[in-house]
């Protein structure tokens, strides 16, 4: 053993005792050591086998440093055992919360230094003069993350992948900025594809490739393809679990084993309230079991009780099923008060208005804001249109957002029926329909 070592080891074991666990003496250097170092005050060796099975050459150690064989029932146990003799002479746990107190603390000011330097993009030269430094991807990505203007924070994003074009973590982080933040899907595609080839071995990355060609693209054939990929990369992965099972559902309408990925998500991540709401709507739209799926609700609320979604989600629980219009009101309210521009609540919100409160001028307001919001949005195109057939008699305009919405989701039952209803009404040759 190198003098680098054999000193400092001679300095420690002066004025400690040492006490070996689960070493098995099978290496020259440190045994040697052992066998050569000045006679420590005690010595232990520890191990789970009897004394007597124990090598020639360990016990001949301990009886050369006047030590002791003590037989173990595993680390941990040992350890539990020491910790008792060691809080007699001080409180273990107060004093290892205190230097980890002090441990976070310096960490987290360093940390604050670290990333106020980096989101700045001067530095000061020799003279003293103010100039323009050069970033690297990291501190890219801190001053994008500090910029709280959305656009803005995407020109960060291209100007750092334009000088990094091949860190891969930072195609990651910008496709996720750009689908699940900034919601920017013109030319996402091609971010993706170009991300792809440096993120290929990403579970995380591919769950999120897999859901925009799901959600936006509409290709549910390649979506599928690359849920399966990223779940046999890390099949435990709570997101892409969950996420499969929302696929499962509403695109192959394969209960059984839709449920058993909610399942799988759940219990990977059972606090999670996200995954608990999802399979509250699971349970109450497919099996029915509206027991369970209240549970599921509540627990998802107690989780995260300011989730917007969550509040939504419950509200119209209580409204379809429970039929307690006034809570379901409340939950609602709550709901778009946490978040005013969430365009599926706005549109609930005015179906419960239409419908329960019978109020239809502000139910109207809802629908076009509902609108505004999310102009692709398939039901809220087909539920105004609804509104607008039914208590507007606008049948000119109604058939308008009927078709939007059944160009948006051509095999909805109810779009195709109501529109066939619609064309009923007006005498329409019965070529015109288009029921599926």
Partial sequence: MDDGWVQPLNHIFSTHIPIIIGYGGNDGSLMTYFQNMSKPSNFFWCGLSNEKDLPHKIKTLIKKHDGSYVNISGFDELMYQLLAVFDEIGPVEKELATITNQRVTLATTQLNEIIKASTSRLTTDKSGKK??????????????????????????????????????????????????????????EKHYETALPLNKEEAGFLGNYASFLKNIKKDYTKAEAYYLKALSLAPDHANNNGNYAIFLKDIKKDYTKAEEYYLKALSLAPDDAHYNDNYAIFLKAIKKDYTKAEEYYLKALSLAPDHANNNGNYANFLEEIKKD????????????????????????YANFLKNIKKDYTKAKAYYLKALSLAPDHANNNGNYANFLKN???????????????????????DFNGNYAQLLFSLGRKRSHWILK
């Fill in 131 to 188: 100039k323009e430094k050069i970033l690297s991807a990291f501190e890219y990505y801190n001053l994008s993350e500090k910029e709280p203007d959305l656009e803005k924070r995407k020109q960060i994003y291209l100007e750092a992948l334009e000088k990094y074009p091949s860190a891969g973590w930072l195609w990651w982080s910008f496709t996720h900025f750009m689908h699940f933040n900034k919601r920017d899907y013109d030319g996402l």
């Fill in 325 to 348: 219009y006034t809570k379901a009101e409340a939950y609602y309210l709550k709901a778009l008060s946490l978040a005013p521009d969430h365009a599926n609540n706005n549109g609930n």
């Fill in 391 to 413: 208590i507007k008699k606008d049948y000119t305009k109604a058939e308008a957002y009927y078709l939007k919405a059944l160009s948006l989701a051509p095999d909805d039952a």
